[in-house]
């Protein structure tokens, strides 16, 4: 019976736990890395609610710890895309009909497992599988996700009670409907969130879905898959499956029931996306989804004002949190002259009491860097610096060491123009360039900081001039979406920081808030008259 309007109240978010020495959760983090550690997982496909063993096992080995092996996976073919899919649209009819509280009581269920039983597995895994620290998996896997499932029902809710106005004797009213095919997720390496995020958000709307992770992420990946399927998401919903990312794609945007892709990755592989559905176009149905996250050349911008150890702070976590590897990270810093040199200096003495190593020594600060090929393409930026002819010189760090893991050190790159290739390229890594500029020339740098990369996801200011605060706002409009005042440029928060870049970063379309969740919504609009219009005839056309 559907006979009530339920709430879903605005969430708190997710408190993050601090893992401090002698705490319980600590104790409880250290010992479910100890579990996985002492097995050889084998990590099946998920589709249409079972578990699916292709038997082309693919090893899967902590960035930190090269010698250890976590488990497998199975790698899947354009046939399991196939499977896939048709399983969705399968299950598409009954979970487009299924009500909202019974859907919303789905996700819920699954943050409040996440943020409980499965709370210290889900964080285990993402630090061995992708080799975050325990903070940093913590705001992740936990925090982020949890934060993403609930405010999104509670966002959702508020949409589907937004209403057109009826004026006497008629009832408009808007249904929001899933789109008609079903929805391809691709989520990157980076974050266990958006890995859960990208394929939840479409599926609260009522949409199916193909969800196909990073191969780097699928250790995680498939722990959250086992909390949806325990939270009571109906088979077939979402079917995360292995296959090569291209050939993922080749079946999916050749599909006359292909809705909309839900990306998160890099801008090269979402601009090949665009172009492939853009020449299938006349296949589809309906006009598909577009909606990718990609790619940044974050800055920060240091005004002559500026608080230097605040400056310090913000570009010790901005740029090396995480091994520099989130999409947010600060990785080209303009330093004013009259404060460069402290900020150097302290900078480099604050980087040189960062520890690296394994995950599971909470001491460390920096971890490895994903895999072998982010590994060599930041060692080839960090040698061009060695042969750049005095374009660019070290500061601190340079040092790389791929004998246990993916090792580079936090590395600083002084830059002699703002024009030299690791100010404009997205590196990806723990690799930070500056660039000094005179002090009195800060408002001529605002073109350079603008037009430097084609990116526009984060960017930090930082000044205690409010004129110099108000100027930059508006002169720096366009180049991020993301935009931090005295801050670093990451670590946005669900439901306080709607994420998103513009430009080459991305179609801003805001993950975990209203703005995202109508791009998978279709909207029908009923007219519904109860006076009953019987002539054709107007007033106006009457003879006087
Ligand atoms: P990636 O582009 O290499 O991979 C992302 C996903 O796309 C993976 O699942 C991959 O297998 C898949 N893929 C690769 N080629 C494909 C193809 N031809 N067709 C279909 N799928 C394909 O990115 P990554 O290395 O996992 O993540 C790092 C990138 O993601 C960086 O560029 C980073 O800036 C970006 N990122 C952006 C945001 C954001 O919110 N803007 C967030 C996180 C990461």
Redesign the pocket.
């Known amino acids: 019976m559907h006979n009530a309007y339920f709430n879903f109240d605005l969430p708190k978010n997710e408190p993050v736990l601090s893992y401090g020495p002698g705490t319980n959760e600590r104790k409880a983090l250290k010992q479910a890395i100890a579990d996985l550690k002492s097995q050889t997982r084998d990590i099946p496909m998920y589709i249409n609610g079972r578990e699916v063993r292709s038997g082309d096992k693919k090893e899967i080995r902590p960035p930190h710890e090269t010698a250890h092996l976590l488990g497998h996976f199975h790698a899947g073919t354009g046939e399991h895309v196939k499977q896939a899919i048709d399983a969705a649209m399968a299950a598409r009819k009954n979970w487009a009909a299924m009500t909202w509280e019974h859907r919303a009581a789905i996700f819920m269920k699954a943050a409040e497992l996440l943020a409980t039983k499965y709370r210290f597995k889900m964080n285990a895994a993402t630090m061995l599988g992708q080799s975050k620290n325990a903070f940093q998996a913590e705001i992740d896997s936990a925090c982020e996700l949890i934060d993403f499932l609930r405010f999104n029902v509670h966002f959702l809710t508020d949409i589907y009670r937004q209403q057109p106005v009826s004026p006497q004797g008629i009832h408009n009213r808007m249904e929001y409907r899933p789109l008609e095919g079903f929805i391809l997720a ?6 266990s969130a ?1 890995g859960g995020n990208l394929p939840t958000a479409p599926a609260m709307c009522g949409n199916v879905v193909v969800w ?5 992420q699928i250790y995680s990946a498939s722990v959250f898959m086992e909390i949806l399927m325990e939270a009571g998401l109906p088979a077939g919903v979402i079917n995360l499956v292995y296959p ?3 050939v ?2 080749d079946i999916c945007y050749e599909h006359p029931d292909f809705a909309g892709v839900h ?7 979402f601009q ?2 665009w172009k492939s559905i853009g020449n299938n176009i006349a296949k589809y149905k309906a006009y598909p989804r577009i909606v990718g ?4 050349k974050d800055y920060v911008m240091v005004h002559p004002s500026a608080d230097v150890d605040a400056v310090v702070a913000g570009l010790a976590r901005g740029a090396f949190e995480y091994q520099g590897q ?2 947010s990270a600060a990785s080209r810093a303009y330093l004013p002259s009259n404060l460069a040199e402290e900020i150097k200096t302290k900078l480099v003495a604050e980087l040189k009491t960062m520890k690296m190593g394994p995950v599971d020594d909470f001491t460390n600060f920096i971890n490895a860097v ?1 895999d072998e090929k982010s590994f060599d393409n930041l060692a080839k930026y960090i040698d061009g610096v060695k042969n750049s002819n005095g374009k660019a010189s070290i500061l601190t760090g340079g040092n790389y060491d791929k004998s246990k893991g993916w090792f580079i050190e936090p590395t600083v790159i002084e830059a002699n123009t703002p024009d030299y290739v690791t100010m404009c390229e ?1 590196l ?1 890594g723990p690799v930070l360039t500056i660039y000094t500029y005179e002090a009195d020339q800060w408002e001529s740098i605002l073109e350079t900081v603008d037009k430097t990369s084609g990116y526009a ?1 984060t960017g930090a200011i930082f000044a205690q001039d409010r004129y110099a605060i108000e100027t930059m706002t508006a002169k720096l409009v366009d180049s991020a979406g993301n935009f931090y005042i005295n801050d670093k440029p990451t670590g946005a928060v669900v439901g306080q920081q709607p ?3 513009a430009r080459a ?2 179609t801003n379309d805001k ?1 975990g808030s209203q703005l995202n969740l109508y791009r998978w919504l279709s909207a029908r609009t009923i007219k519904e008259t109860q006076v009953l219009v019987t002539d054709y005839r107007y007033p106006f056309h009457q003879a006087d």
Do not use: D, H, R, Y
């Open positions: 691709v989520t990157p390496f980076n974050f958006i196909k992770p990073a191969n780097t090569p990312g291209p993922v794609g990306f998160t990755g890099s801008t090269g592989v090949s996306m996250e990609t790619g940044g989130k999409c994903i997205e990806f996801l994420f998103g870049g970063s991305g993950a």
